[in-house]
């Protein structure tokens, strides 16, 4: 059983926790869009803390997949490279420097790339997503090429 003061102070970090992420989180969402390492333009569009699945969703809007002329969304590993480069470099982003994300629970990454803005959770056959799904290492992002995932 913790004490009076363990327990105070254990409230005091998780909210101070919670006031980084979230400060990070926001600092993350007013950035400009972002040239991808393909030449492709996205934009960041929300982020998903899905704690029961301890993954964390990187969404971003790139209305070139929707231009069946640029047949960016036909070069499997262009847009691969794309998303791992997302994770890669944006999870930075997420939490304050020195910060680790499996530290606090998170063991992967589901980057969504999507060619307009849909709420998480909806369908919509006329809206184009791609996703990709991480893990998150000592090492940053790998690809979890052989699991399904829901």
Do not use: K
């Given at each position: 059983?913790?004490?009076?003061?363990?327990?105070?102070?254990?409230?005091?970090?998780?909210?101070?926790?919670?006031?980084?992420?979230?400060?990070?989180?926001?600092?993350?969402?007013?950035?400009?869009?972002?040239?991808?390492?393909?030449?492709?333009?996205?934009?960041?569009?929300?982020?998903?803390?899905?704690?029961?699945?301890?993954?964390?969703?990187?969404?971003?809007?790139?209305?070139?997949?929707?231009?069946?002329?640029?047949?960016?969304?036909?070069?499997?590993?262009?847009?691969?490279?794309?998303?791992?480069?997302?994770?890669?470099?944006?999870?930075?982003?997420?939490?304050?420097?020195?910060e680790d994300a499996r530290e606090q629970g998170w063991e992967?990454?589901?980057?969504?790339?999507?060619?307009?803005?849909?709420?998480f959770g909806m369908r919509d056959a006329e809206i184009f997503?791609?996703?990709?799904?991480?893990?998150?290492?000592?090492?940053?992002?790998?690809?979890?090429?052989?699991?399904?995932?829901?």
């Amino acid at each position: 059983m913790l004490g009076a003061g363990r327990l105070i102070r254990s409230m005091e970090q998780a909210a101070a926790s919670a006031l980084v992420l979230c400060g990070a989180a926001q600092a993350f969402a007013q950035d400009a869009p972002l040239i991808l390492p393909s030449g492709v333009q996205a934009s960041y569009y929300d982020i998903i803390w899905d704690e029961d699945l301890s993954v964390i969703r990187l969404r971003y809007v790139v209305p070139q997949l929707a231009e069946p002329e640029s047949l960016y969304h036909a070069d499997a590993l262009r847009v691969f490279e794309d998303m791992e480069w997302l994770c890669e470099t944006q999870m930075q982003n997420v939490f304050a420097a020195g910060e680790d994300a499996r530290e606090q629970g998170w063991e992967s990454v589901v980057v969504t790339l999507m060619d307009r803005p849909i709420e998480f959770g909806m369908r919509d056959a006329e809206i184009f997503q791609l996703f990709e799904w991480f893990s998150l290492s000592m090492d940053g992002c790998e690809p979890e090429l052989d699991e399904y995932h829901d």
